[in-house]
Every structure is written in C-alpha cells, then in structure tokens.
C-alpha cells in the first residue's frame, strides 16, 4: 500500500494529503515534529506522518486517533499490518493483522515469551524474537518492556532507520480531525 493510500485508509481527507519535510528540532516539547509541521492546520486534530521503507508503508499518528481497528483495516485485501502503541500512560500494544482480520495481540505488561511466542504466527515470532527483550535487570521491580512492540514492528519490516534516515525520504503528512 502507498503512503498517500494509508493516509485515505485511516480517514485522512486527499485534498489535505502533502509533501512533508520534518523540522531539524522541535519548537516545542508538547508537540511532535509532524505537528509542527502542520501549524495552525493541526489544532484539534492528530497529525498522521506516511513513508515507504522497502517494501513497507508506515504511518505515524502522533495521537494515536487511528488505533482501533488500523492493523485490520490497513491489511485488507491480502496484505500484512502490524500497530503498535506506546501511550504517554505506558500502555503498549502489538496488533497483527492479515488481510483484514487480527490475528494476534501483544501487551507486553503480560508477555509470556515461553507461552505466548508458540501460538502466534511464525513471521511475527521471529520478529519478537529479533528484537529481543529489554534487559531485565535494567526495569524497575514491576515495570514491563514496554518498547518490545516498536522493535518487532521494525523487526518485522527489515527497519532499520534513524530519524536523519525518515527525513531523507519521501514524506506525506495529513491532519486527522477526531470524528465527532
């Protein structure tokens, strides 16, 4: 799937849909790049970044308006989706969606890797294994590998990318106004 198809994908209005180029900083450490970018056109709204690495499409929703139902609706029509979550909370999530349907859920508050990693789909499998856990000895008593998720995103897509890489190639941006 195309950049600019994702973005109509989650909602995004084609008219609004641009070239992007990310600032070098942010002007504020209460918004994120994307939002930056958008300005004005941004209040009220999620900023939603879209980029092709290989054969890959990601979008990045700096609100996180589009979680529910993404993976599903991204892999319609025989295509693999992977979301995943981070929230500001600590909340994590891995959703793994083939051709329209989930078929697998990670939370890493309650990961298993000798119980969950056998029933899930071997592609995905291999991912979590690639990207490892965090060290446990690094958390604190009671916290969880929250990033665990991201990494076998990135895994999962052969991503292996820094933000001066993102800013190299094409770019689009959109805002997301919230349905009412």
Same mark, same amino acid.
């Given at each position: 799937?195309?950049?600019?198809?994702?973005?109509?994908?989650?909602?995004?209005?084609?008219?609004?849909?641009?070239?992007?180029?990310?600032?070098?900083?942010?002007?504020?450490?209460?918004?994120?790049?994307?939002?930056?970018?958008?300005?004005?056109?941004?209040?009220?709204?999620?900023?939603?970044?879209?980029?092709?690495?290989?054969?890959?499409?990601?979008?990045?929703?700096?609100?996180?308006?589009?979680?529910?139902?993404?993976?599903?609706?991204?892999?319609?029509?025989?295509?693999?989706?992977?979301?995943?979550?981070?929230?500001?909370?600590?909340? &994590?999530?891995?959703?793994?969606?083939?051709?329209?349907?989930?078929?697998?859920?990670?939370?890493?508050?309650?990961?298993?890797?000798?119980?969950?990693?056998?029933?899930?789909?071997?592609?995905?499998?291999?991912?979590?294994?690639?990207?490892?856990? &965090?060290?446990?000895?690094?958390?604190?008593?009671?916290?969880?590998?929250?990033?665990?998720?991201?990494? &076998? &995103?990135?895994?999962?897509?052969?991503?292996?990318?820094?933000?001066?890489?993102?800013?190299?190639?094409?770019?689009?941006?959109?805002?997301?106004?919230?349905?009412?």
């Amino acid at each position: 799937m195309e950049p600019a198809q994702a973005l109509r994908t989650l909602g995004a209005d084609a008219e609004s849909i641009r070239s992007c180029v990310l600032p070098d900083s942010n002007p504020s450490e209460r918004e994120s790049l994307p939002f930056a970018v958008l300005g004005d056109e941004a209040w009220g709204t999620a900023a939603l970044l879209a980029g092709r690495v290989g054969e890959w499409t990601f979008v990045y929703d700096d609100c996180g308006v589009t979680y529910d139902g993404t993976a599903e609706a991204l892999s319609r029509d025989g295509r693999t989706a992977v979301t995943t979550v981070y929230t500001v909370n600590g909340d &994590a999530c891995l959703i793994y969606a083939v051709n329209g349907a989930a078929v697998a859920s990670i939370y890493p508050d309650d990961l298993s890797l000798e119980e969950d990693l056998p029933g899930i789909p071997a592609e995905l499998r291999a991912a979590i294994e690639a990207a490892g856990v &965090a060290d446990w000895e690094d958390l604190e008593p009671g916290e969880v590998d929250s990033l665990i998720g991201m990494r &076998a &995103a990135c895994a999962l897509a052969g991503l292996a990318v820094t933000l001066d890489d993102i800013r190299r190639i094409p770019l689009l941006i959109a805002p997301l106004h919230e349905p009412d």
